[in-house]
């Protein structure tokens, strides 16, 4: 079946460290997000990419990072920048120029 | 100009009755309005959509009420179930020749009693 998949499903960070958070979709989808989640905020974009070799900024892209060497695969770092990281991740894609977005499951990161 | 509020953050209906969930929103370029629904620990779901060259668009128990000139849209549970708890997110997107760029709601917690 085609979807998305994230890993790990639960990530635990020390301070100081970097975390990457695995994105893989098997949609030929065009363009992939990253989005997070904090109770009572919805969702905020992150990063986005609409092609191999081209991402951009989303509204809270300080202390992130990703790279889309594949078009079926879209990482997020988190970097020792990002100084409040606990949250749930959210992977999305979707077709161009397709409406719908397909999530993944989430990572939940929480700072120990 | 990119807001999109949602309310109320949570609710809690009885089995059979409606549950309604508004938004709003600010930016008039936006043209696509989706619900999703996310259940703990899951990503969200596309439940309907709409654009506004509609005002109203029905899918089984589930309905979207959209008023272009208020700027607002609303999502109706009809005949709510137990099944329905979950937390609800409407969205908007501007057109875009390219990525399009959802801006989500603060999410609606809804709760059917038994």
């Known amino acids: 079946d085609g979807g998305i998949t994230q890993s790990p499903k639960y990530l635990f960070r020390k301070e100081g460290q970097n975390v990457t958070l695995s994105c893989e979709q098997n949609?030929?989808?065009?363009?992939m997000y990253w989005y997070r989640q904090d109770p009572g905020q919805g969702l905020r974009l992150i990063y986005y990419s609409q092609i191999v070799n081209d991402f951009q900024k989303g509204d809270i892209a300080e202390g992130y990072s990703v790279s889309r060497e594949k078009k079926e695969s879209f990482p997020l770092t988190v970097t020792s920048a990002q100084k409040n990281p606990t949250a749930f991740y959210l992977c999305a894609s979707t077709l161009l120029p397709n409406y719908g977005y397909t999530f993944g499951s989430g990572t939940r990161l929480t700072v120990v | 100009q990119q807001q999109v509020k949602q309310s109320p953050q949570s609710l809690i209906v009885q089995k059979g009755g409606i549950s309604i969930i508004n938004c709003a929103y600010e930016n008039t370029a936006f043209d696509y309005f989706p619900w999703y629904q996310q259940f703990p620990g899951k990503g969200p779901a596309l439940l309907i959509a709409?654009?506004?060259?509609?005002s109203e668009k029905k899918e089984g128990r589930f309905t979207i009420s959209f008023n272009k000139s208020a700027k607002q849209f609303s999502l109706h549970i009809m005949d709510s179930q137990p099944g329905d708890s979950a937390t609800y997110f409407c969205a908007a997107s501007p057109p875009s020749g390219s990525a399009r760029q959802l801006t989500f709601g603060s999410g609606t917690q809804l709760t059917v009693l038994p």
């Open positions: 709409i654009r506004p060259d509609v």
């Open positions: 949609l030929n989808h065009d363009a």
